[in-house]
């Protein structure tokens, strides 16, 4: 619930002042929150405060966690140019995935071994303290700096004020760009993956519980090399993205993943064995719907001024909106339509998604041909 108002302050911080600053300070804060949850003494030893202290922590990762994100994101785009661009602009979406992964895999040593879930967040503050002292250094993004550039240029020839002269600048950037249906196609995009994150995840886990009879450590294990699919995944889409264009990419994901939702009430009417719900998982977690690889592509069609605010914004309300009526709308379709409830969903969000997809392919063929 705190992402898009992580989104909105450090969006607007990152339009304003550049994206180096934001990644260093959601960094420190992510670091600050792990080190004080690896500290924190326990119910039994300071009573409600240990509850109050933990979830203060927990909305500071979920606030900075946005900023950090995407100005990762943007500092990628911004700083190279195709087609090394889109690999590495999915840096973080590969990082992501590996610290899911490592949180499964937490998970699984506590609820099996008896690991002490402190030591993850140990490790977390360690990486998190490399990756503020190796930041320390960067510089800004050469699309940022180009604009401040600008901007001081204009300021200096008509002797305005700083702000005065981003105005201008920024009302001539937003005058050609169509900015609303931009920001509209990119938050539709961003709402289609959560729904598969949470079908194969969530309610393909309580599937487990509920037909199989595995316990909640069981699920958590299964999830855990499902997660290393969905790390191998990115890591393969990426490496791809280098030699084909990112938007081909997407369409052939959105053929293969509309084969597959056709064939959804089908296949979860013949589940007889584990396995087979195990297919399911892995085949709609490879052949998930993403943005990725290419947001580099969406994102470039915002203009520099507003970009991070609105990219952040689309990120955060998009899975907000869809992980809260994934969770509770899903009960209700499947109770009123059975399996044909689930593929319904899947239905309408996938149609949403193409129309959002083939603008963005649009915009992209009239800006090759005006080159």
């Known amino acids: 619930g705190f992402r898009p108002l992580g989104a909105y302050a450090f969006g607007k911080l990152g339009d304003h002042y550049g994206r180096k600053i934001v990644l260093w300070i959601t960094t420190f804060m992510m670091s600050l929150a792990c080190l004080t949850m ?7 030893q300071i009573g409600f405060t240990a509850t109050i202290i933990m979830t203060i922590c927990r909305i500071a990762q979920s606030f900075s966690s946005v900023g950090e994100i995407i100005s990762c994101d943007l500092y990628f785009m911004e700083s190279t140019n195709p087609p090394i661009q889109y690999p590495l602009s999915g840096a973080t979406d590969v990082f992501g995935a590996l610290g899911g992964t490592a949180a499964l895999g937490v998970a699984t040593l506590v609820t099996m071994n008896g690991f002490n879930w402190r030591w993850a967040f140990l490790f977390g503050f360690g990486i998190a303290f ?10 800004e993004t050469k699309d ?27 009302k001539e950037l937003e005058r050609n760009a169509p900015t609303k249906k931009v920001f509209y196609a990119l938050l539709t995009i961003q709402c289609v993956y959560p729904l ?8 393909c886990g309580d599937l487990f519980k509920s037909l199989f009879n595995y316990s909640s450590a069981e699920v958590i294990h299964n999830n855990f090399f499902l997660s290393l699919a969905c790390l191998f995944r990115g890591i393969a889409v990426y490496w791809i993205s280098y030699y084909v264009n990112p938007l081909k990419i997407l369409k052939v994901q959105l053929l293969i993943s509309l084969m597959l939702v056709l064939s959804l009430p089908y296949l979860l ?5 584990p396995y087979h719900l195990i297919a399911i998982q892995y085949l709609f977690i490879i052949f998930a ?9 969406f994102y470039k069609y915002i203009p520099i001024l507003t970009r991070f605010t609105k990219t952040g914004l689309s990120y955060s309300i998009g899975r907000a909106v869809m992980f809260g009526g994934t969770a509770f709308g899903l009960i209700y379709l499947v109770e009123w ?5 689930i593929f319904l969903l899947f239905a309408v969000t996938l149609f949403a998604y193409t129309i959002a997809l083939f603008y963005f392919d649009r915009l992209e063929k009239e800006s090759n041909a005006q080159k």
Do not use: D
């Open 130 to 139: 490399i990756g503020l002292y190796i930041r320390r250094t960067l510089l």
């Open 269 to 273: 009417n013949n589940i007889s064995e």
């Open 196 to 203: 598969y994150y949470y079908f194969a995840y969530i309610y």
């Open 337 to 341: 339509l059975g399996n044909f409830g």
């Open 38 to 44: 690896f500290f924190l003494p326990t119910y039994a």
């Open 289 to 297: 719907i993403h943005g990725m690889p290419a947001f580099a592509i």
């Open 144 to 170: 940022f700096s180009n604009m401040v550039a600008q901007i001081t240029l204009i300021q200096e020839k008509f002797k305005l004020s700083y702000k005065e002269a981003k105005k201008i600048v920024k």
